[in-house]
């Protein structure tokens, strides 16, 4: 397990110093895909970034192999992919009124179970924070 978490590190040091190393038109558009026996995966979901990549083998090579851990780098392999990245969803905050608010603590006294009651009353104060930052 040690062994995979340093190479998936490695990996995540490769991808942030390729990030400085492409021209602004690149970025988020060239990957690292593996690193296996001396050759490193490097892919892009665009033909024209996979030629840029050809021509600026050397530079990245040369660059590249100062990381740690990459120092027997001998080359790439350059694929053309569709690449779905991770995008979380978007936000979508919710909001309550005064008046549910007033409810859930008016509820919260009535109730006899302690657990119960700490939830509602921490529910409506949630609501009263999220009034304030609005």
Not at 2 to 10: F, I, N, S, T, V
Not at 20 to 37: C, I, N, Q, R, W
Not at 39 to 54: G, K, Q
Not at 107 to 116: G, I, N, P, Q
Request: charged residues 30%; aromatic residues 4%; hydrophobic residues 45%.
């Amino acid at each position: 397990m040690a062994l995979l978490m340093k190479k998936a590190h490695l990996l995540g040091l490769i991808q942030d110093e390729l990030e400085t190393l492409l021209p602004d038109a690149a970025k988020g558009h060239v990957f690292v895909g593996g690193y296996s026996e001396g050759r490193l995966t490097l892919m892009t979901n665009r033909a024209a970034h996979l030629t840029w990549l050809r021509y600026e083998q050397l530079r990245l090579l040369t660059h590249l192999k100062k990381i740690a851990g990459l120092e027997a780098l001998m080359g790439f392999n350059l694929k053309v992919r569709p690449i779905r990245t991770f995008t979380p969803p978007p936000a979508q905050p919710r909001r309550m009124d005064e008046q549910a608010a007033a409810n859930l603590k008016a509820c919260a006294e009535e109730v006899s179970d302690k657990r119960l009651r700490s939830s509602l009353e921490r529910l409506a104060k949630r609501a009263e924070n999220l009034d304030d930052s609005l």
